[in-house]
């Protein structure tokens, strides 16, 4: 049974730091790009950032810079370090292979506001 359990979420004040952690179970998960994405409500999800077997990086031009994704293959987890942030990344953060794969988690939410 696939799970991806998001956590990290909160409330930070603009140019505040968080880190999300994305913890999955029942995949390869070392054999798979994976990738963080979010959602405000009303629209659609989209990709953040992504990270390949290999450890290369694509990310979101709004995030470039600010965002640093990562991955530990031994702990089947992916990070998503988030520096400098605006109220316009407040969101539902999720992470799922690329392309969403599997069925999605419950997210962590992330408010950035003063």
């Known amino acids: 049974q696939v799970q991806l359990v998001e956590s990290g979420g909160g409330s930070v004040q603009p140019g505040g730091s968080l880190r999300l952690s994305c913890a999955a179970s029942?995949?390869?998960?070392?054999?798979?790009?994976m990738a963080w994405y979010r959602q405000v409500p009303g629209k659609e999800r989209v990709l953040v950032a992504s990270?390949?077997?290999?450890?290369?990086?694509n990310y979101l031009d709004s995030v470039k810079g600010r965002f640093t994704i990562s991955r530990d293959n031994a702990k089947n987890t992916v990070y998503l370090q988030m520096n400098s942030l605006k109220p316009e990344d407040t969101a539902v953060y999720y992470c799922?292979?690329?392309?969403?794969?599997?069925?999605w988690g419950q997210g962590t939410q992330v408010t950035v506001s003063s």
């Open positions: 990270i390949t077997v290999g450890g290369s990086t």
């Open positions: 029942g995949i390869i998960f070392s054999r798979l790009t």
């Open positions: 799922n292979a690329f392309g969403g794969l599997y069925s």
